[in-house]
């Protein structure tokens, strides 16, 4: 018995056909060798079997393996072995693509980062302090309610916005401060076309000495810009974030009408893009940065939106379903 199995193990290994069905005939097959050898194995005395039964299915797996091994060989082969039909039509090649939320923050990244501004990262499991607390945001403050928060159970939350970088980098660092902080943003929201509990925002921060309001106004307006081209207006609303005072939200003229009105804009001409503000001294105290000295403005937007803006995508959802029919539109699309 030992015999007959070294001697079937060492001719399939030294098989170099590379016909599967012959290799069936030869071994593996209904009259192969290794059935034949399970025949022989019915006769066998008892302890013997106990021997060669496990023996003898293994033997029987491993014919398998160069079986199949054998048959992707024979696929392979099928193909490289006919080059001579010319005229076949070629087979459809998909190059790979940057996903479009990684193209447009590359290109914010790039915008900013030519007046100066460097990137910085923060944990995307957050404390209360440097969530809310720290952003003047405190407990029971209505404030809290107008983002939907994920809480964990040691108390830490998903960080609801990126303005918890903010604080991390001016606890940190001292000013002059000037960086853009892109990441993942966590709210407990149903999801939707419009939303979803899981975005990307961008944060940027600049503190100096003599950080005004026009200072503001006029990077952000080089930014809208070079985002969205160089007919690109901004315009100011007021508005209201604990964390700055004051606060302001900035639309761009419409970049698909150029502000005549469409769908798009909502026949308004403007599209909301980003919150801003100066950096409330309150904020800067809590990081133990001197308020009488030193100034800033904040900025924050959500890359999602940006992206739909641009890419005239009107389902939130999609960033985050790896289709591949959404994912391969952007496969010509390099960020610069
Ligand atoms: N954190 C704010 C939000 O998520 C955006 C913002 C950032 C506003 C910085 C002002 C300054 O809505």
Redesign the pocket.
């Known amino acids: 018995m030992d015999e007959k199995i070294r001697e079937i193990q060492a001719g399939m290994a030294a098989y170099t056909g590379c016909d599967v069905d012959e290799f069936k005939r030869l071994f593996t097959g209904k009259n192969g060798a290794i059935n034949a050898l399970f025949a022989e194995f019915k006769s066998l005395p008892g302890p013997e079997k106990a021997k060669y039964g496990k023996v003898l299915n293994q033997l029987k797996q491993e014919g398998q393996a160069w079986q199949n091994s054998l048959a992707e060989a024979q696929k392979v082969n099928v193909k490289v072995d006919r080059p001579d039909d010319l005229t076949l039509p070629g087979e459809p090649h998909f190059q790979g693509s940057r996903h479009p939320l990684a193209i447009i923050q590359t290109r914010i990244n790039s915008i900013f980062s030519k007046i100066g501004f460097a990137i910085a990262e923060g944990p995307e499991i957050e404390d209360d302090w440097h969530n809310f607390s720290a952003l003047n945001i405190p407990e029971d403050h209505p404030a809290r309610d107008m983002?939907d928060t994920f809480f964990l159970e040691d108390g830490k939350v998903l960080r609801?916005?990126t303005?918890n970088v903010q604080i991390r980098v001016m606890e940190t660092q001292a000013p002059p401060i000037r960086i853009l902080a892109p990441g993942k943003v966590f709210r407990n929201e149903t999801v939707s076309a419009r939303a979803h509990a899981f975005f990307h925002?961008v944060?940027g921060l600049y503190v100096n000495e003599n950080v005004s309001f026009p200072d503001m106004v006029q990077d952000l307006d080089y930014f809208g810009k070079q985002m969205f081209g160089s007919q690109t207006k901004i315009r100011l609303r007021p508005s209201y974030?604990p964390?700055?005072e004051i606060?302001a939200e900035i639309d761009v003229s419409c970049m698909i009408c150029g502000g005549d009105g469409c769908n798009i804009c909502k026949y308004t001409g403007w599209v909301e893009i980003l919150?801003?503000?100066m950096v409330d001294p309150n904020v800067l105290e809590n990081c133990g940065i001197d308020s009488n000295i030193y100034s800033g403005y904040?900025?924050?937007m959500g890359i999602e939106r940006i992206a739909m803006l641009i890419y005239g995508v009107n389902d939130l959802r999609l960033f985050s379903q790896n289709d591949i029919r959404f994912l391969q539109q952007f496969e010509s699309i390099h960020p610069f």
Request: hydrophobic share 25%; proline share 0%.
């Open positions: 983002q609801t916005h303005s925002q944060e974030f964390f700055t606060s919150g801003c503000g904040a900025f924050g």
